[in-house]
């Protein structure tokens, strides 16, 4: 088992439906991430949640989002979105936001948008 | 801004040979991380090694070292013996003061048996 889990892997979903992607942390962290990655782009960060506070939302659109009930679980809440929203989703932990700690990832989630 | 730049979209290596890949970055800080992650097709990111930029040794891990050059704003990884399951895409990234993660676009690596 990953020190990450995310859920589901793939989630195919018209653009009215609403879902939510999952992502729950077995290593201790406090701090939570949700990153986009597009084909031949850098990952773009979305959000990050330290001790369950947001702490940065990188100008992401009002069809996501977050939710971080406690350190351990991180949702997204999908509403509405485009085609270009289509991508992989991965969540990613670490012990604090310091410069020397390094993030841990899950698999993601194959997010296709019709 | 800092930024990242990864020149290389994809590199190609005999099996057991030894392969470079580049990463420049750029810069106006003094203290800062410098990562290298691997994703296989799994899709998993997986943290290969770390650089820390006060520290002039360059880091190694294994089969896997980087050679940082600070003054060039360069941390280029070396992977040596390669394996096939070293094939991957390898992302290099950066970290400092807003402590968040810098990412370059990734470069490619395929492994030839």
């Known amino acids: 088992e990953t020190g990450v889990t995310q859920t589901p892997r793939h989630l195919v979903m018209g653009m009215t439906n609403k879902k939510s992607l999952k992502c729950e942390q077995h290593l201790g962290h406090n701090a939570m991430y949700w990153y986009k990655q597009s084909a031949k782009k850098p990952l773009e960060l979305m959000f990050v949640y330290n001790f369950k506070e947001q702490t940065e939302n990188n100008s992401v659109p009002s069809r996501f989002s977050p939710e971080c009930p406690n350190s351990s679980h991180l949702f997204l809440h999908l509403h509405t979105l485009q085609p270009e929203d289509s991508a992989l989703y991965l969540c990613?932990?670490?012990?604090?936001?310091?410069?020397?700690?390094?993030?841990?990832f899950g698999d993601g989630t194959r997010l296709s948008i019709l | 801004a800092q930024t990242v730049t990864q020149s290389q979209p994809e590199m190609s290596v005999q099996e057991a040979e030894t392969v470079t890949l580049s990463c420049t970055y750029d810069?106006?800080?003094?203290?800062?991380?410098l990562f290298w992650y691997k994703q296989p097709p799994s899709r998993q990111m997986i943290l290969v090694i770390r650089?820390?930029?006060?520290k002039q040794q360059n880091a190694t891990e294994n089969r896997f070292s980087v050679n940082f050059q600070k003054a060039a704003k360069s941390f280029s990884l070396k992977i040596s013996d390669s394996q096939l399951g070293d094939a991957a895409m390898y992302f290099c990234a950066y970290k400092g003061s807003n402590y968040q993660l810098i990412w370059g676009a990734g470069t490619k690596l395929i492994i030839k048996p």
């Open positions: 810069t106006s800080e003094s203290d800062y991380y």
């Open positions: 990613a932990s670490s012990q604090g936001q310091s410069s020397n700690q390094p993030q841990h």
């Open positions: 650089q820390e930029a006060y």
